[in-house]
Structures are given as C-alpha cells and as structure tokens.
C-alpha cells in the first residue's frame, strides 16, 4: 500500500494532492464524528450516573426512615415496660 501510494506520487502528482486532500478531509470528518458521538455518549453516561444516585439517595431515606420508625418503636416498649415495671 505504501510503496503504490509512492508510486502514484511520483507518476501522477496531481493526483496524488487530490487523493491526499481528499482523505485529510475525510480524516477530519471522522475525528469531528467520533468527538460528536463521544460528547453525546458521555453525556448519557453522566445522566445515567445521575439517575443511579438520586435512587440511591431515595433508598438510604427510606431506609433511615424505616430504622427511624423501627427504634421509636422498640424505644415506645421500653418505655411501656419501664412504666409498668415488667423485667425483661
């Protein structure tokens, strides 16, 4: 591939500029699509990301709230047996 692309440069010049500014610009076309279609990839990814901690975040407060509800109501029967002075 190389030594045609040699080749072609030397026996056919303008063509060979041709080729090359062609495939410059197709190279640019596709670094400019790969920067595009990454920038939208990564701003999925950061969405998702964000998306994952909001549940997290829902979960630990449902969580805190049930523990919360849970040790008020083991606190509420200590209390009730410390009034009616049961032992354990």
């Given amino acids: 591939m190389t030594w045609g692309l040699y080749e072609m440069g030397i026996h056919l010049p303008d063509a060979y500029t041709y080729f090359a500014i062609v495939i410059f610009t197709l190279t640019l076309i ?20 964000f998306l994952s901690n909001k549940v997290s975040e829902q979960e630990q407060i449902m969580a805190e709230k049930d523990l919360k509800a849970k040790q008020n109501k083991n606190y509420a029967a200590e209390v009730e047996r410390i009034r009616n002075g049961t032992r354990i």
Avoid: F, P
Wanted: no cysteine.
């Fill in 30 to 49: 596709g670094l400019a699509t790969m920067i595009m279609v990454g920038s939208k990839s990564n701003e999925k990814n950061r969405y998702l990301e």
